[in-house]
């Protein structure tokens, strides 16, 4: 649906509108932003143009109130056509880099629960991060160690830098001697091989191993069973999602009411809902933001998303904050565009 053309004088006051709400949080009336902006006008002229934005659909006002809100559409309009690029302060990336630098953040997951946290405290809003699809992942290694007579512990190590442990189940007990041979055999044949490659040739990879008959009995269970033990669809638990703190979210002022904490809530505590959400995200160049009702979603109508690709060799994941549509968006865009490069040239 095409939007109202805008005159140059709507823009100006428009922008001064999303400008104000943004930083105070309270509804602009014609007099603020005449005192604070500058807008060469009379406040019965901001106040008429201000009218005139609203039955366009750019503006609200609260009964309570006098002055007026941004509708999402308007913060559309702002993200498009308003903003400039704005570079991140260097304290805040000093910040980002060196709780990045930290000892002890060396898989993936350890990188991006760093990076999603560090979004959280610089944005003050809630850092987000989807780890990559394992797919395309490639195996370097894989263990295999026994629990017990009747359980294996297999352990794959994906060059991406995560580690996955899968039980495989076996059917009476197993010789240790037979347990090393396939170790050895499944190094051999599959070490070098993305998942999605394991699984689908893993019947053929294995045949003719002139093997012994524990060995023997052991490998049919890798034939059987290869479609779920190599079957890893993203790195990270719960789906895959990463958030910062939520504590920091919480703070602002459109969570301060029962029903906005409860909408904060219940965003945070449906990952698998945010991991579908932000795996769309995953394949799309550059920033990508959804504002308000965008997202075709009602439990995120107060919510704006910001996410950026991060790479990882073939792989790829999103990173980004999640924050009420009244966020500074300037600053956001700058902060996730900024840890999504840092992200990637630390994975790499």
Do not use: C, W
């Amino acid at each position: 649906m095409a939007l109202p053309e805008l005159s140059d004088r709507e823009r100006r006051v428009l922008e001064a509108v999303i400008r104000s709400y943004v930083e105070t949080a309270e509804p602009a009336g014609s007099r603020t932003l005449s005192k604070r902006f500058g807008l060469g006008v009379s406040p019965a002229t901001i106040r008429n143009t201000m009218s005139d934005l609203e039955e366009k659909g750019y503006l609200y006002h609260p009964h309570t109130s006098a002055g007026r809100i941004p509708t999402d559409i308007a913060y559309r309009v702002y993200v498009d056509t308003f903003l400039h690029s704005s570079a991140v302060p260097q304290a805040d990336t000093d910040r980002i880099s060196e709780h990045l630098a930290l000892p002890g953040a060396s898989a993936i997951e350890a990188i991006l629960r760093r990076a999603a946290q560090s979004l959280s405290i610089v944005s003050q809003e809630l850092g987000v991060a989807l780890g990559p699809q394992l797919d395309n992942a490639t195996l370097q290694r894989l263990e295999l160690i026994r629990v017990s007579n009747e359980r294996l512990l297999l352990v794959l190590t994906l060059d991406v830098g995560a580690v996955r442990t899968i039980f495989v189940e076996v059917a009476g007990q197993i010789a240790e001697s037979a347990v090393s041979e396939v170790m050895l055999v499944l190094n051999e044949r599959l070490a070098g091989l993305t998942l999605r490659a394991i699984r689908l040739s893993l019947g053929d990879r294995l045949r003719d191993t002139n093997s012994t008959p524990d060995a023997a009995e052991l490998l049919n269970v890798f034939v059987q069973e290869g479609e779920v033990l190599f079957d890893l669809p993203v790195a990270g638990d719960e789906g895959g999602v990463v958030l910062g703190q939520a504590s920091v979210l919480a703070e602002q002022p459109e969570f301060a009411s029962g029903t906005g904490m409860r909408r904060l809530l219940e965003l945070t505590e449906t990952r698998a809902h945010l991991a579908q959400l932000l795996r769309g995200r995953s394949s799309a160049p550059g920033i990508s933001i959804t504002i308000g009702n965008e997202h075709g979603d009602p439990r995120l109508d107060s919510f704006t998303i910001v996410t950026a690709e991060y790479r990882v060799g073939a792989l790829s994941g999103v990173i980004g904050v999640i924050g009420p549509t009244r966020m500074p968006y300037d600053k956001v865009i700058a902060l996730v565009r900024h840890t999504s490069l840092l992200v990637s040239d630390i994975l790499h």
